[in-house]
């Protein structure tokens, strides 16, 4: 049972296309994201860079909501923050998750679902500028509960 598991992670991750056995694809663009720790994956040495297209690779979750930071109704694209650690292999019970501007938070890894938060990198079907808190935005479908709407929330919003 357990080998049947590991060989369909290993097609799965195959499918991805940027993460193989023996590693991760090298960055090819600016490296916009840095995941580091506790990564058991094998080809791996704890740490994994990405650039905007390797990330692009990776399962798209979307949907639209309003924020606390935007006008309207936004629809925002990325990657389920729990389909990436599950890639890398990543283990452990904290998440701390660091911004170009120093800010930093942490977000426990028992809080993460396969549907959200996501790492957006498209904000209405487009990359999100520096200046509109991109290139990458962790964000959770705030309007769809008001579990959402919180401070604690809003932190993780990094
Ligand atoms: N990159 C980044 N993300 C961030 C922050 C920040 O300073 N930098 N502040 C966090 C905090 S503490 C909160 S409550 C929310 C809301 O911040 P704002 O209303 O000041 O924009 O964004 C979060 N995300
Ligand atoms: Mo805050």
Do not use: C
Not at 9 to 34: E, K, N, P, Y
Not at 42 to 59: I, V, Y
Not at 133 to 142: A, R
């Amino acid at each position: 049972m357990r080998a049947i598991a590991t060989a369909l992670t290993f097609l799965m991750i195959s499918l991805a296309g940027i993460l193989h056995a023996d590693g991760l694809t090298a960055a090819q663009d600016d490296v916009i994201l840095t995941v580091s720790g506790n990564l058991e994956h094998p080809g791996l040495e704890g740490s994994a860079q990405f650039d905007l297209e390797m990330l692009r690779q990776l399962p798209v979750q979307s949907f639209s909501t309003s924020t606390i930071w935007t006008e309207g109704e936004v629809k925002f694209s990325g990657v389920a923050l729990s389909e990436l650690l599950n890639l890398l292999y990543a283990k452990g019970h904290t998440i701390r998750a660091h911004a170009i501007n120093d800010y930093s938070v942490e977000i426990p890894m028992d809080s993460v679902t396969g549907a959200y938060p996501i790492i957006a990198y498209m904000m209405e079907d487009a990359p999100i500028a520096r200046r509109k808190k991109g290139p990458l935005w962790i964000v959770y479908p705030y309007d769809s509960n008001p579990a959402f709407q919180t401070e604690v929330i809003y932190s993780r919003s990094i």
